[in-house]
C-alpha cells in the first residue's frame, strides 16, 4: 500500500461513518468525494492550491465557490478538515479508497477485465457469475480494450489478478528459454 493510500484511509474511513451516522446515502457520498478529486486534479486550479502564497482560507473559498452548493454543509466541513490537515491535494486517493470501503460495505467488489478484443455480452456474465461465486460478492464489471495482450485477458477484483493475457504467457516463456 503506498504512504499516500495510506494517508488517505483514515478521511476515506471517516466519511463513511459519517455517512452512516447521518443516514446519507454512500452513492451521495461517493460522487461529493469524485467532484472534489476532479477539481484538485484540474490544473489551473492544482497549480493555486500548490500556491505557497494562497492561504488555507483562499483554498477553502476556492472550494466552496466551485462546489459548495454540491457538497453541501457537511462536504465543505470534509474540505476545511483536509485543508487544515494539508491534505486536500489527497482528494482522489480519498475518493478511490471510499469506492473501495463502499463496495466493501455494500457486499459488491469493482473488477475490471482487459482483453485485446471486445466481449460479448455472455462471456461477460459468464464471468461476473464465475467472480460472484468464487467471492460472495456481487460484481461491478468494467471493461477495457488492451491490444497489446495480443490475446487473452487479465482480470482485476480486489486483491485478485488473474492474468491469462497471451502477452504474459510469451513473457513466462521467453523467460524460461533464456534462463
Known amino acids: 500500500m503506498s504512504d499516500v493510500t495510506t494517508m488517505a484511509r483514515p478521511y476515506a474511513k471517516a466519511v463513511i461513518d459519517l ?3 447521518s443516514g446519507e446515502s454512500l452513492a451521495d457520498w461517493q460522487n461529493r468525494l469524485d467532484l472534489l478529486a476532479a477539481l484538485v486534479i484540474y490544473p489551473p486550479i492544482r497549480q493555486a ?7 488555507a482560507d483562499q483554498h477553502r ?6 462546489l459548495g452548493p454540491e457538497l453541501g454543509p457537511q462536504g465543505i466541513n470534509l474540505v476545511s478538515l483536509l485543508v487544515e490537515n494539508g491534505r486536500l491535494l489527497l482528494a482522489p ?3 478511490e479508497v ?3 470501503l463502499r463496495a466493501e460495505a455494500e457486499g ?4 475490471e477485465i482487459i482483453t ?3 466481449l460479448d455480452p455472455e462471456q461477460e456474465r459468464r464471468i461476473v457469475d464465475s467472480l460472484a461465486k468464487r467471492l460472495g460478492r456481487r460484481i461491478n464489471l468494467k471493461t477495457r480494450i488492451d491490444d497489446s495482450l495480443v490475446g487473452g485477458a487479465i482480470i482485476r477484483a480486489g486483491d485478485l489478478v488473474i492474468d491469462g493475457s497471451v ?12 534462463h
Open 116 to 118: 485485446a478484443v471486445a
Open 93 to 95: 486517493q480519498i475518493a
Open 61 to 66: 473559498q476556492l472550494i466552496s465557490d466551485a
Open 49 to 55: 492550491l500548490e500556491n505557497p502564497r494562497q492561504t
Open 108 to 111: 459488491s467488489v469493482d473488477a
Open 167 to 178: 502477452r504474459s504467457q510469451l513473457e513466462r516463456l521467453s523467460r524460461a528459454l533464456v
Open 98 to 100: 471510499f469506492s473501495a
Open 19 to 21: 455517512a452512516r451516522e
